[in-house]
């Protein structure tokens, strides 16, 4: 058909993100789409073009050696970094910043904003003075504390423009909560290439990197930066409720990042972001899992472009959420719970999961005031939020020191 109306290529373009499955997030995996271009291929005789979340550069190359399609019409990983092709030219695959599939540019664009990425702080800023990469015009002796996102970020750009970064991170890898973040079902690991992607840069722009060292005044001191970057990130608190301390309420990073042990019932306090991906994770792990949530909705934190696929796995892994609904005390066998109109009711439970509230670490910044001279806080130390506002503040003031 496509010969008859004289066109010199077919593009396929796969469902959308919207249909009953999502097409293009990080939960399709690489060659997911693949067998689409091939049956395409061998269907008409002018070339395919196809490209939807077949992001590899190298599987790309074998594909099109191998006659599966005649072009590879890929669109968000030169989104995440423009200069992939360069570096696939120059074998310096390494250092590709991942695309992580969470369609902050399309969100963005819906709201008739110009579309910026998550993993990319320049997208959308290409051509603004403020936004470029210079060097350093006083090259400094800068400490970054906390090697999650936004301090990765800050650090690698920093050491590129010249100046002398030490990053430290009290625990003993890279990532902060990319860690915890990577066990979301689906397509999660991403964020373990993407810290990977800053552990290249890192050595590549001679950043030393202290691990298991918790920054504290008196270490500053030595050090003797010229600039410090608090990047510390935020953590869940204890929330004061009876029964808090309890022995079977754990954090939720501790069942995400160090595989804290759990029992078969689980009732996670919390249905933002971080407990929609505890309970899944757990749920589809095969526990039997209830949700407390206090607001009307669940992923009030989530893009509304990503939202969706949350709602369709708490429904598939029979994730029991209870919304508009108040934790009143944590007993020996469960949560006791108000619902909407007053009625208590006991949800049985073998571990408690606390994924609320999130609170900013924050302190270092009272603390290094009278330590070193210029001190700037990023990511989610200011207000917990998201991995693009701790990169792109991370850029920021990569740039600007
Ligand atoms: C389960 C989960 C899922 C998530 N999913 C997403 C998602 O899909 N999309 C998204 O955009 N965001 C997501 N997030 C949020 C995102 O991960 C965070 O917003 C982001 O990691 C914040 O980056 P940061 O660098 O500011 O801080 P963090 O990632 O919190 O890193 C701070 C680091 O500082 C270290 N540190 C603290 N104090 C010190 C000290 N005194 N000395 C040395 N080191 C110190 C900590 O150990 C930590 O490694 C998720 C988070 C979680 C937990
Ligand atoms: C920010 C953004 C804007 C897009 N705009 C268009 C568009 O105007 N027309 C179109 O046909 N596809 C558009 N697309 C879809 C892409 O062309 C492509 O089909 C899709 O992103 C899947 O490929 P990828 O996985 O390589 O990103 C857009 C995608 C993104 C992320
Ligand atoms: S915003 Fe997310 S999905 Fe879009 S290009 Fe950047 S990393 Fe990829």
């Given at each position: 058909m496509a010969e008859q109306a004289g066109a010199d290529c077919i593009s396929i373009v796969v469902g959308w993100h919207e249909s009953t499955r999502g097409a293009l997030g990080r939960d399709v995996h690489d060659d997911q789409w693949l067998p689409l271009a091939e049956n395409a291929s061998r269907a008409v005789k002018i070339p395919v073009a196809f490209g939807p979340r077949f992001c590899d550069p190298v599987k790309a190359e074998e594909a099109l050696a191998r006659g599966a399609f005649g072009l590879?019409?890929?669109?968000?990983?030169?989104?995440?970094?423009?200069?992939?092709?360069?570096?696939?030219?120059?074998?310096?695959?390494?250092?590709?910043?991942?695309?992580?599939?969470?369609?902050?540019?399309?969100?963005?664009?819906?709201?008739?904003?110009?579309?910026?990425?998550?993993?990319?702080?320049?997208?959308?800023?290409?051509v603004e003075p403020e936004y470029e990469l210079r060097p350093a015009r006083i090259p400094k002796k800068?400490?970054?504390?906390?090697?999650?996102?936004?301090?990765?970020?800050?650090?690698?750009?920093?050491?590129?423009?010249?100046?002398?970064?030490?990053?430290?991170?009290?625990?003993?890898?890279?990532?902060?909560?990319?860690?915890?973040?990577?066990?979301?079902?689906?397509g999660g690991r991403i964020f373990v290439d993407l810290a990977r992607y800053y552990e290249t840069m890192l050595r590549k722009w001679n950043v030393e990197v202290r691990l298991g060292t918790e920054v504290t005044p008196q270490l500053c001191a030595q050090i003797a930066p010229d600039v410090s970057v608090v990047a510390t990130g935020s953590e869940i608190e204890h929330f004061p409720i009876p029964g808090i301390h309890r022995n079977h309420v754990v954090i939720a990073h501790d069942i995400l990042e160090e595989g804290a042990p759990c029992g078969d019932r689980v009732v996670v306090l919390g249905g933002e972001r971080i407990g929609l991906v505890a309970a899944e994770y757990l749920a589809s792990r095969g526990k039997q899992v209830t949700l407390v949530e206090l607001g009307k909705r669940l992923g009030e934190d989530v893009i509304a472009t990503f939202k969706w696929r949350h709602t369709a796995w708490v429904r598939e892994l029979q994730i029991q959420a209870l919304l508009n609904t108040r934790a009143k005390e944590i007993t020996e066998e469960g949560v006791v719970v108000e619902e909407e109109g007053g009625a208590e009711r006991l949800v049985p439970a073998d571990t408690v999961i606390l994924a609320i509230p999130r609170k900013a670490r924050q302190q270092l910044l009272t603390d290094l005031e009278f330590v070193c001279d210029e001190l700037y806080m990023i990511g989610d130390a200011v207000k917990p939020r998201s991995m693009h506002n701790a990169i792109r503040e991370g850029y920021l003031i990569g740039i600007r020191i």
């Open positions: 590879w019409e890929v669109c968000r990983p030169f989104l995440a970094d423009p200069e992939l092709l360069h570096k696939v030219a120059r074998d310096r695959l390494e250092e590709i910043r991942p695309c992580v599939g969470g369609l902050l540019c399309l969100s963005r664009m819906f709201r008739n904003l110009p579309y910026i990425c998550a993993v990319n702080p320049r997208l959308g800023h290409e800068v400490l970054v504390i906390g090697g999650g996102p936004g301090g990765l970020e800050c650090a690698f750009i920093a050491a590129q423009r010249g100046h002398s970064v030490v990053l430290c991170e009290k625990s003993e890898r890279l990532g902060g909560q990319l860690l915890p973040a990577s066990r979301e079902i689906g």
